[in-house]
């Protein structure tokens, strides 16, 4: 097993071994979009260490790609901090069960939206079910990603697989953002997830750097058609996390040592996420806008 600092909640942990670090003598490879449920170690969302302190009180949170990974430990998180939470995914019904019944416990509502997202139909759909139930969409997290199989050359990526790579990752915003504007009001905020691959791009998984450099340019051109309105629109920007998206992407060999190269030496946890998007999501935040916020460990994004 992989070395853990023994609470992580504890005070001023060692960032570098607050959490698993590699070798991850037990990781095992998935096929895509993976599950939670399977990964050794399993994922750390913040379940026994996020305390909410009413930032987002009664807000209505959409968010995409929050069955498992950073999605989930976002929409945890924003749970915590009073939100009702309307969650998109795929189709990991066992991942989503799980997050729903830990925002149920916490007071606050959820309603499951499963779903292939690179279909424009399935962008609607989950705008008119989350209207429907809640009424509103005060924030909208954009995060649902496709990262197929690491490949050792542009030539084995076929045009389907980098078709439905752009449609999931990039394509699909462009169609909630259209559908849930009408329903976001002033002070609303759109927070979309990128990657240090937009910065530092691997060519084993080209379809999905080059959509994440996408999302940058999404970011900051939207910010500032929508910031009159009063809509901030920002971005998070991990480095490498510990999601079951990794674990369908990369080899055995690899997710071994997954994130030991990076300054921290580990992989983040989602849980380490989360915190990001609860400021960009608040009116602590009310001054940032057009940001891509980088959560890489220290690994340059310019």
Not at 2 to 20: I, M, Y
Not at 32 to 59: C, I
Not at 130 to 136: E, L, Q, Y
Request: include cysteine; hydrophobic fraction near 40%.
């Amino acid at each position: 097993m992989s070395e853990v600092h023994s609470n992580p909640a504890s005070t001023n942990p060692d960032p570098t071994k607050a959490h698993h670090v590699p070798p991850f003598k037990e990781a095992k490879e998935q096929e895509w979009p993976g599950t939670s449920a399977k990964m050794n170690p399993r994922p750390d969302h913040g379940e026994s260490t996020y305390r909410g302190s009413g930032k987002l009180k009664d807000h209505i949170a959409l968010i995409t790609g929050a069955d498992s990974g950073i999605g989930r430990a976002v929409a945890l998180a924003f749970a915590r901090e009073g939100a009702d939470i309307a969650i998109s995914y795929y189709d990991e019904h066992e991942d989503a069960k799980e997050i729903e019944k830990d925002i149920l416990a916490e007071g606050r509502k959820c309603i499951l939206l499963p779903g292939d997202l690179s279909e424009d139909a399935q962008n609607k759909k989950i705008v008119d079910e989350t209207v429907a139930k809640f009424g509103r969409i005060d924030l909208l997290v954009l995060n649902a990603a496709s990262q197929g199989k690491a490949v050792k050359s542009i030539t084995e990526l076929d045009r389907e697989r980098v078709e439905f790579t752009f449609k999931t990752n990039i394509i699909s915003m462009f169609s909630t953002v259209k559908y849930a504007l009408p329903h976001i009001k002033k002070g609303g905020a759109i927070i979309t997830t990128g990657s240090v691959q937009a910065y530092d791009p691997s060519a084993e998984i080209l379809d999905y750097a080059t959509t994440k450099a996408a999302i940058v340019g999404f970011t900051k051109g939207l910010a500032a058609e929508l910031v009159p309105k009063g809509i901030r629109v920002n971005c998070v920007a991990p480095g490498p996390v510990w999601t079951p998206l990794v674990m369908a992407s990369f080899p055995e060999e690899k997710l071994k040592t997954f994130g030991e190269k990076y300054p921290i030496g580990r992989p983040a946890q989602p849980s380490e996420l989360a915190p990001a998007y609860v400021f960009l999501a608040s009116q602590e935040s009310r001054y940032v806008n057009a940001e891509i916020l980088a959560v890489t460990g220290g690994q340059a994004t310019a």
